[in-house]
């Protein structure tokens, strides 16, 4: 195996005394064991470190690697303009990166780079490593909106390359963890402490499939940086042994500080976690479906048809009265591994009855989503449906008649309007409800607005 060792590791700027001034002594434990993966790199002597990084360039649909020959950077931002870095790129690897992804479907490249200079996300741990060890190239890689299947099967592509060329590799996951620990100027909440429990745990025992399993919607409620790092080294290891070992955990500054080391050992099948998570969730979305109403049901067959067809679905003859008779706006929301995967719905009729708004709108959804791309047939057994048909809206004074679990609300400033149903996963609050409304519908902070407020038949 041609990739030696890989390591988990944050990039608190701080953490480099001319950055910190004294305020990196509060992070002592991270500093020991930033020192300890330095050495133990050093002591490797790899030809090539690749980063993963949260923080170079980010596309939704696309892993972005660095292109030339190589780059600079510093921590002028961060107060430390001296303190700079000039780096060589193994272009052979990269190359032979992007052309295994190509044959995983896996969208990888150098197009679109917009700032070539090395972020801290690279910077941090290079600081590190360069106080002990110089002699080598990199190649940088930044995580994507991609799925955390698709970092993972990054992770084979890179491991694969490295075995094609010979080239003695490291691996260096950049990430931090929750950023919503106590303290946090970024704001408290619990879930952060619970996912930087879970991930944690993860490092320590390299149980990948745990992490494939920590929801969505805690990660985003816990303002993690560093969860497609750790895919991406986990795919590494995919169906390997693994030795791994957390060297350290703090968060005193409301930010997740992690650093962890993972080592491969002989072949394992057993290990085949990609594998054994699209089996799970397989079968959770097989359960699901057994348990679909009439309106889920018709959204799902909507949907399948299009793909499959490029057609429209007729509207099927023994439906409910209730769909077939009356008119209503509808949304509906895809799901796939229980993180959304497409939402588009109407807030009033605009369809003869409510069996022909859901089969409109379950193609919109899954082809039409602005925020994803159109959903391919291969993911079609993996997807679960939920229709949600809009009673009719009523105008509000303000805030106080409102509630996140009943009631969704509309809000509107001009020409501008803005939806979001009740009772979402991660929105506790009315002001959380408005706020995201308002953001969906492109309006500033400080314009009047209107609100309405409605409630919601859920079909789920």
Known sequence: MSVLRAYFLPHPPLAVPQVGRGDEKKIQKTLDAFDRTAKEIAALKPETIVFITPHSILYADYFHISPGKGAKGSFARFGAPGVGFDVGYDREMADKIIEIAESKELPAGYMGERDPALDHGVTVPLWFINRYFNDFNIVRISQSGESPSSHYLLGQAIQTAAEKIGRRTVLIASGDLSHKLPGSHYGYAPEGVEYDKRITEVMASADFLSAFNIPESLRERAGECGHNSLMVLAGIFDSAEVTSELYSYEGPFGVGYGIACFSPGKADESRNFLEQYEKQSLQQALEIKKGEDAYQTLARQSLEYTVKTSRRLELPEDLPKELLNKRAGVFVSLHKNGALRGCIGTISPAAENIGREIIRNAVSAGLEDGRFLPVTEDELPFLT????????????????????????????????????????????????????????????????????????????
């Open 385 to 460: 449906y939920k229709v949600d048909v809009l009673m009719p809206t009523e105008p509000i004074s303000g805030p106080e008649e409102l509630d996140v679990k009943k009631y969704g609300v509309i809000v509107t400033s001009g020409y501008k309007r803005g939806l979001l149903l009740p009772n979402l996963d991660g929105i506790d609050t009315v002001d959380e409800q408005i706020a995201i409304a308002k953001r969906k519908a492109g309006i500033r902070d400080g314009e009047t607005v209107s609100l309405e407020r409605f409630e919601v038949i859920r079909h789920e």
